[in-house]
């Protein structure tokens, strides 16, 4: 069995939608999954006002992404190309994903996975505790719109990761003003390696 059947298998990937990329970025803790379906397929659409069920050929479409549970240590992320289809009363309305969540930007199943430990705990140590605040504007709004008595507590990993970029932006812009600063990225980010870093660097890091 293939690595996308098996990820297919564990999210509720249906036909006719089928996952084409799966990319681990070790560096940043995120597993992103792509989702993709053939030209020319038909999706079931459900009639709200009139409760009836018909399969349909995409208008057009758009990519979506949602925030997953997590697989193992990585943070997974879904990115899908989700169709528009022409109803029969000639209106335009976006087909639902089966893994779609009630919120947008989550899951289905990691809604399920959040909404567990918060009948027994505080939303703030909900977030803590499953490393699922991000810091995108994204997940921010869907926090403040669906739990207005929340509290937001950012997802430490993302916050360093943003400071260590922003650091590495500034010593690069600094290294090409002055020479003496290169190689000083392990001082700059307080993880000293004496015998490899720049001895002026270093030096001026021990004053």
Known sequence: MRQEDIFAAAIGVKSPWTITKVNLE?????????????????????D????????????DSSVKTWRHMNFFQYRCYLHARIPRVRTEGGKIE????????????FTMLFEAFILQPVKAMPVHQVCRTSGSCGMSPALSKGVVK?????EIAFDRFNAVKIMDDAVGKVRKVLAKMHPLLRNCRCVL????????????????ALL
């Open 48 to 59: 709200e006002a009139t409760g009836r069920t018909s399969l349909l050929k995409a208008y």
């Open 189 to 204: 980010t307080g993880k000293l390696d004496f015998a490899r870093i720049n001895p002026f660097c270093a030096t001026h």
């Open 94 to 105: 976006q087909v639902t994903a089966p893994w779609e969540g009630a919120v947008g930007g």
């Open 146 to 150: 669906n739990l207005p008595k929340g």
């Open 26 to 46: 070790i560096g940043d803790g995120e597993l992103h999954i792509e989702i993709d379906f053939p030209s020319g397929s038909e999706f079931e659409y459900r």
